[in-house]
């Protein structure tokens, strides 16, 4: 998850954050994609916050993908 769109071998999407939850070392930020579907980006307590409301870009790389029968 990130404010920028990420440059590369990446796939990615757009998301409006909902909220956050504190883990200790890292937090969990929920985000609504386009789609509708909701997603969790797990990240380090170190980074910058998101705060709800916030447009971010949802990413990955394409080799981390999960396919049906895999």
Known sequence: ???LKPDG???TTT??????TFLGS???????LTSGETVVSELSR????FE???SVHVWW???????PGS
Do not use: C, F, N, Y
Request: glycine content about 6%; cysteine-free.
């Open 26 to 32: 890292s937090v969990h930020v929920h985000a609504k």
């Open 46 to 49: 170190m980074d910058q916050p």
């Open 52 to 54: 709800p409301g916030e």
């Open 61 to 67: 790389r394409p080799a981390d993908e999960l396919r």
């Open 1 to 3: 998850i990130s404010r």
């Open 9 to 11: 071998d990446t796939k």
């Open 15 to 20: 998301a409006v954050v909902e909220g956050a």
